[in-house]
């Protein structure tokens, strides 16, 4: 949302629109944004299964 609030301003126009929206989130979600999109949770296919973020809580000392 800053996004398209920050490009609206520079356009000079008061209010965003849907569109400007869009425009930011494709921006943000663009091929070269891997680290945006792993971080809201976009995968793209082919991308590999994510790791489980919680399995250095379940593992116990001596269980190699």
Known sequence: ???AALETAEAGRATVTDR???VALD????EASAL???LLGVRQPG?????????WMRARPGDD
Request: net charge negative; glycine share 4%.
């Open 20 to 22: 400007d929206v869009t």
């Open 1 to 3: 949302m800053r996004r």
């Open 36 to 38: 945006t999109r792993a």
């Open 27 to 30: 921006e943000l979600l663009g």
């Open 47 to 55: 991308d590999p299964e994510p790791a489980d973020p919680h399995a």
